[in-house]
């Protein structure tokens, strides 16, 4: 039945977008999609990469008509090219506002799934819910929606740029929320050692290691893994 299934929020990584992120973890989402219902969102800031190697293609990327698949977004700007302001990413506080309306409309919600900058972002999340005494004005502990039951993670990291959230994802308050961290030991994007360093802010996270590089695996042991971990959480 519907109702028994699982609820995950997921959010992509800087640059890509809800259909691209929904497209490159389908492999993973079939092998599970008679236990949870997968909800891909799309960042609120358009983000034009600075990586583009010219002016005509930078200004293809801002065009409306670039297709819905292939416009970059981003829960924050790059502090690279936007500072931060009073301790928090440019963007940052728009994107806690989205997601908690999205919450509260489309939820509730299980557990969440991130991938690079949106893992980053997930984790902060995780935390924010668990505990609303970090940024009750970002989410208070009126908020009406419960903690997430579980925590997903791909290539994540901790924002130290972001100097406001530098008390949380700390491994001497670790969060209690159950996590899954998928680690590529070939990852040149978030280094292997960044994404361990976020493993030990979690209390007992489950963390599977892969010689890929920046993605969700979707080898047959991936996915085992994966699906035995949310079996868990169905009621």
């Given at each position: 039945m519907t109702s028994s299934k699982l609820k995950i929020?997921?959010?992509?990584g800087y640059t890509q977008?809800?259909?691209?992120?929904?497209?490159?973890?389908?492999?993973?989402?079939?092998?599970?999609?008679?236990?949870?219902?997968?909800?891909?969102?799309?960042?609120?800031?358009?983000?034009i990469p600075p990586t583009f190697s010219d002016i005509a293609e930078r200004e293809?990327?801002?065009k409306e008509d670039t297709s819905e698949e292939h416009k970059p977004f981003g829960w924050w700007y790059s502090p690279k090219y936007k500072p931060t302001q009073n301790g928090f990413f440019i963007g940052f506080k728009e994107s806690v506002e989205q997601v908690k309306d999205i919450l509260l409309e489309e939820g509730p919600f299980d557990g969440i799934l991130g991938f690079s900058q949106g893992a980053c972002f997930a984790a902060l999340l995780t935390e924010m819910l668990e505990n609303r005494t970090y940024f009750p004005d970002l989410i208070s502990p009126e908020f009406k929606h419960a903690p997430f039951k579980f925590s997903i993670f791909v290539a994540g990291f901790k924002p130290t740029l972001q100097e406001a959230t530098n008390v949380m994802l700390n491994k001497n308050s670790k969060v209690k929320t159950?996590?899954?961290?998928?680690?590529?030991?070939?990852?040149?994007?978030?280094?292997?050692?960044?994404?361990?360093?976020?493993?030990?802010?979690?209390?007992?996270?489950?963390?599977?290691?892969?010689?890929?590089?920046?993605?969700?695996p979707s080898s047959a042991s991936s996915r085992k893994e994966f699906k035995d971990f949310i079996s868990q959480f169905i009621n």
């Open positions: 929020l997921c959010l992509h977008n809800a259909i691209m992120f929904r497209k490159k973890t389908a492999v993973v989402r079939k092998g599970v999609e008679n236990l949870a219902d997968f909800v891909y969102i799309t960042a609120p800031h358009h983000i293809a990327a801002a159950p996590s899954m961290h998928f680690i590529g030991d070939l990852d040149t994007l978030v280094l292997p050692e960044a994404m361990m360093s976020m493993t030990e802010a979690f209390e007992n996270p489950k963390i599977y290691r892969h010689q890929g590089g920046h993605y969700l």
